[in-house]
Structures are given as structure tokens and as C-alpha cells.
């Protein structure tokens, strides 16, 4: 599916007959909106450095990418980040590539900070998976992964790193097939196996070849590679054996069916496969090509009644992500939301649908890293950060007109706690205020009872570097020095009231309510909760949304 081209706003030309909600359907159709997930070191940031070159926001690589001395990349923005080389910030990158318009939504690298990964994808239409070459399914693609099978977002698969030894084409399919019954259906094969990157073999029906895109390296693979095309003859004489041998791998894909149907990746049981350098800029065109032919447009997104918000109807957006303390000079809090309907006009006053109050949008940026643009219009499949909305927090709806309130974003079940307090008690009152926004951006989840009392909230975290987050936050945004001792509780299900009391008398539980209203009890460990179960089947324990499970 081509994007279409865009439509004049203008009151003079033919496309004013046209109505808002033609427009914004037309708007709808030319954005692509994906998430790259990859475990650590995959070549997220590379790949992310790639598309902003090829979209020509960027003249050079390193521009963004943070190592080997180059320039800080641009989703870091807490010291912990750039000392760890990790990224915790989501934010948004948004770039026109022929008529179309990518927003690639960042998703934090570190496997502490998968809650937060389940929030970005649920802003965005399809995942790119990014595999080394060399590694195969690593244990962070495949936990990202289940979330997309899980929310039915069409996947993209980038084997990464071609330009380095790694594993056989053929046998990394395999991989994908056999560990998670995801049909791989490569649009490409690369001619030349892993370290002898030359160019990539198109497949055409049937898997025969089509075209052969050969690439030529520039110089630390700052630049875009420049490709040449060749047909399937010229390209057998001209790589001889490397190419052949691309050739009869692709037939016999074909000959296992292992061949695009567009269907069959939009129900999320194939993914299109591209074989590619991030660093050395092949198959970067490939990818984006592939994103604006294949990847789904912004669809409707149903109601919590049902009933689905289709992309031409009046505004409405989801918040999927709370962020303060992104910029030091400014100390403020950004609320990222994904567009699901209408057209946004910066300063319209919109309804949050949690509290029925009117709010502002005076202040709406996109953000990528420390670069903030000032957003005066988007549509759906856009992020646009909201400055300074307190009140907002992930799952939240914003609209305007008829009322609409998307479903909450379920939380994961978190697996380490501990608990906090101010190590002065002269900063008992920044504490609690620092308590409540950590928890309202859903930095961690806040769990309290009697016992305990509000001095010491217990935090509830899936990665233990959320802590980490908060005791830098409560030290760099609110000045207060805080103590944190971790619980020996493993694992948490949700309870009710009736069950409270008797679960509170057992030795390795103990019982809190979420600041959400959930009761939840905790355990030492499986196997006091196993006994549990078995000699008190009358209470009540259940799962917590497990998201990845
Ligand atoms: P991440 O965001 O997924 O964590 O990965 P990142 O892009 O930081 O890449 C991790 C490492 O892999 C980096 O090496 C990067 O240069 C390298 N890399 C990424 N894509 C490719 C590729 O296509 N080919 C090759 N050969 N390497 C690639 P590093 O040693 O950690 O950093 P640097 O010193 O190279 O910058």
C-alpha cells in the first residue's frame, strides 16, 4: 500500500472541498508508526541512526549514535543513561520518506524497563525485530516479541550485522520458525554469507529473483551506501557462486512456502525478513521500503464500550508515557501520547476522559532525545509530548466531542520490591510529593498498608534499575536523599478484601493496596505460594497481567 500524497490545506485548491475528516483519514493512511524491539547491542541505535540518514534528517552518522567518541546519543537524558550506555527514555523520532511519514517510537534497551516497553508498544502499528546475525533470538527479542504476538502487532524481521561472521541465512529462519512459530518470509536474501556482505538478492513470486541491489561501503559507514542494480544475469556473472547460491536458497523457501502474503503478516503469523548493516548502511532503504509497501496505517482502536474509534473521527489519543526530569534546565513533566483519531491543532482544549477536565494543549513538542520541536498539527499514528501535564498518566484518553475512554494499560507483574524512605525526616513532605509523581508516571508501582505507613511505601518494580530511577530522581529533581532496603518478596498476586486478613496472618506474606485500588499479597516465594493455594483454595489469588507470559 503506497502512501498517498498530501492534501493541500489550502481554502482556494480543489482539496478544500475536501472535509477534516477526509483529510485526516488521507493523513492516517500515509503514517507508519513502529517500534524497533531488539535485545541490547542487537544495533537498535545504529538502525535508528541509519533511518534518520536515509531520511536525510541527519548528513552523517554519529550525529546521534553515542560510542566510539562520537556525539551523545540523542535519547539519553539522565546521567545513569550515558554511564550505562543504556537508554531509558521513549520518545519519538518522526521523518517524511517519500509520501510517507514514519514516527519510529523508541523503546527503552534495558530488560528492567520491559513495563515500559509494553507502554510504547501499545503506541504503535507494527515492530521491527532486530537480530544479530551472529546471536540468533536472544532472550530480550524473544520476551518483546510474545508482547507483540500478544497485542497482534505485525512484526518485521532485520537480521542485523550481515557485514560480520554470524550464522547461515537458512539456519536463522529456522531459529525464528522453530523457537517462535513465526513464519519468516524474506523479501531479500543477502548474496554472500555473514562478513562477506556484496548485496541483496530480491525476491520476486515464487521466490524467483528478481533484482540484485549490489552496495559499496563509504568510509566508517557515515554516509548512504550508494547501490547499484543488476538483473539475475548480471548479477550470476558478476558474483558467480555467492549469487547462486542466494538464488537456489530463495527457491527453495518458496518450496516450503516461505513466501510474502501480505494477510498472513497483518494476522501476525509471518514476518518479512531483510538481511542488513545498520553500521555499513545495506539494506537500510530496504527496510523503510518495506515499512511504507507493508506495514499497516493506522487502524480504529476500540473503546472500553467496544466500540472502535476509527482514524477519520474526532480527536482522541492515548497517553502511553509520563516523563519528568528530561531536561535538567526545565524540570518538566511530558506526557507522550500516541494520536488514535482526528486531527490535533496545538493550543485546542481537549477533555481528559479520567477526570472530565478540560485541558490545554498550549505546549505540545515532539521529542527525540534533547531535540524538541513544537508541534502545531498532527494526526493519527503521531506522538506528541504534552508539557507539563500533571494530571495525565499512561492509559489515560484525551478527546474532543463524544466522550471515548480507551482501556487501560495493564501493568506487569512486578518481581522485586523494596522499600523506600527519606533519610531525613525534615523531607518527609518532598518525599510524599516525589512519591506520588514516580508514581503516577508509573516509575514504579507504589504499594502501602497500615503496618508500614506512608514513611515507607514499598516499591514494586519488574527490573530492579527502576529503583535506581527513583533514588536518582528523588536526589536530582527533589533534593531528597532516600534509603532504599529490598523485601524478600518474589512474586505478587492480586487478592480482595475478604481474603486480606487471612493471607496477612501467614508467615512470607504480606498484603498492600496499589495506589490503583488493588490489593495485592506478596510472597517469599513460589512455593509459599503453591502451599497456599493448596491448604486455603477458598481465597482468593490471581495472576497479575503478565503481559510477556
Ligand atoms: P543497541 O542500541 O541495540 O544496544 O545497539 P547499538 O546500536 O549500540 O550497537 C551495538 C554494537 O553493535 C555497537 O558496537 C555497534 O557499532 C555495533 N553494530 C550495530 N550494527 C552493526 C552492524 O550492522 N554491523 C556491525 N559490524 N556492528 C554493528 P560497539 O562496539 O558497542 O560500539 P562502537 O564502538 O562500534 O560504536
Known amino acids: 500500500m503506497p502512501c498517498p500524497a498530501k492534501r493541500s490545506r489550502s481554502v482556494n485548491s480543489p482539496a478544500a472541498s475536501t472535509t477534516t475528516s477526509g483529510r485526516v483519514a488521507q493523513e492516517a493512511e500515509r503514517r507508519r508508526t513502529f517500534a524497533v524491539i531488539s535485545h541490547p547491542d542487537a544495533g537498535k541505535s545504529t538502525l535508528t541512526e541509519a533511518l534518520a540518514l536515509h531520511a536525510k534528517m541527519i548528513s552523517e552518522a554519529g550525529a546521534i549514535h553515542g560510542k566510539s567518541g562520537r556525539k551523545s546519543t540523542v535519547s539519553d537524558w539522565m546521567e545513569m543513561e550515558k554511564a550505562r550506555g543504556i537508554s531509558v527514555s521513549s520518545t519519538a523520532l518522526q521523518f517524511e520518506y517519500g509520501e510517507c511519514v514514519i514516527n519510529l517510537v523508541d523503546t527503552p534497551g534495558h530488560s528492567d524497563f520491559s ?6 508498544l501499545t503506541a504503535v502499528d507494527a515492530a521491527v525485530m532486530l537480530i544479530d546475525a551472529a546471536k540468533g533470538l536472544e532472550p530480550q527479542t524473544l520476551k518483546l516479541f510474545q508482547v507483540c504476538r500478544h497485542r497482534g502487532i505485525p512484526v518485521i524481521t532485520v537480521i542485523n550485522k550481515w557485514d560480520r561472521p554470524g550464522r547461515a541465512p537458512l539456519e536463522l529462519l529456522d531459529e525464528i520458525n522453530e523457537r517462535i512459530g513465526l513464519t519468516p518470509t524474506p523479501l531479500f536474501l543477502p548474496v ?10 530480491r525476491r520476486g513470486p515464487d521466490g524467483v529473483a528478481t533484482e540484485y541491489i549490489h552496495f559499496t561501503r563509504t568510509a566508517g559507514g557515515a554516509t548512504i551506501a550508494p547501490e547499484e542494480s543488476f538483473t539475475p544475469e548480471q548479477a550470476a556473472a558478476r558474483e558467480g557462486e555467492p549469487w547462486e547460491t542466494a538464488a537456489e536458497e530463495s527457491e527453495l523457501l518458496s518450496a516450503t512456502g516461505q513466501d510474502h502474503d501480505q494477510e498472513l503478516f497483518l494476522a501476525g503469523q509471518t514476518s518479512p525478513v531483510i538481511y542488513a548493516s545498520a553500521m555499513l548502511n545495506f539494506g537500510v532503504r530496504q527496510l523503510l521500503d518495506t515499512l511504507v509497501a507493508l506495514a499497516p496505517s493506522p487502524g480504529p482502536r476500540t473503546d472500553i ?7 477519520s473521527d474526532p480527536f482522541s489519543a492515548v497517553v502511553f508515557k509520563v516523563q519528568a526530569g528530561m531536561d535538567a534546565a526545565h524540570r518538566d513533566r511530558l506526557a507522550f501520547m500516541r494520536i488514535v483519531s482526528g486531527e490535533f491543532e496545538r493550543g485546542m482544549v481537549v477533555t481528559h476522559a479520567q477526570t472530565g477536565r478540560p485541558f490545554a494543549t498550549k505546549y505540545a513538542l515532539t521529542v527525540f532525545g534533547r531535540e524538541r520541536a513544537t508541534v502545531d498539527t498532527a494526526y493519527p499514528g503521531d506522538v506528541v509530548g504534552l508539557v507539563n501535564a500533571t494530571a495525565l498518566a499512561p492509559g489515560h484518553t484525551l478527546f474532543v466531542d463524544k466522550k471515548v475512554e480507551f482501556p487501560p494499560i495493564p501493568s506487569f507483574a512486578p518481581e522485586h520490591f523494596a522499600t523506600l524512605r527519606a533519610r531525613s525526616a525534615g523531607k518527609y513532605k518532598q518525599f510524599r510529593k516525589a512519591i ?7 516509575v514504579v508501582q507504589v504499594l502501602r498498608n497500615d503496618v508500614r505507613g506512608d514513611a515507607s511505601p514499598v516499591l514494586a518494580a519488574v527490573g530492579p534499575m527502576q529503583f535506581e530511577v527513583v533514588t536518582a530522581r ?21 487478592t480482595d478484601a475478604a481474603s486480606a486478613p487471612e493471607l496477612d496472618r501467614q508467615r512470607g506474606v504480606e498484603v498492600f493496596t496499589r495506589t490503583d485500588g488493588a490489593i495485592l499479597a506478596l510472597f517469599s516465594d513460589k512455593w509459599r505460594l503453591q502451599y497456599i493455594q493448596k491448604e486455603m483454595a477458598d481465597l482468593t489469588l490471581e495472576p497479575l497481567v503478565a503481559t510477556a507470559d
Open 115 to 120: 513495563e515500559d516497553t509494553y507502554r510504547v
Open 192 to 201: 554472500g554469507i555473514a562478513g562477506d556482505f556484496r548485496g541483496l538478492l
Open 305 to 311: 464500550t467496544g466500540t472502535p474509534r476509527e482514524p
Open 436 to 442: 506520588d509523581q514516580l508514581d503516577s508516571e508509573g
Open 474 to 494: 528523588m536526589q536530582a529533581e527533589f533534593n531528597v536523599e532516600t534509603q532504599l532496603d529490598f523485601l524478600p518478596y518474589q512474586l505478587a498476586r492480586r
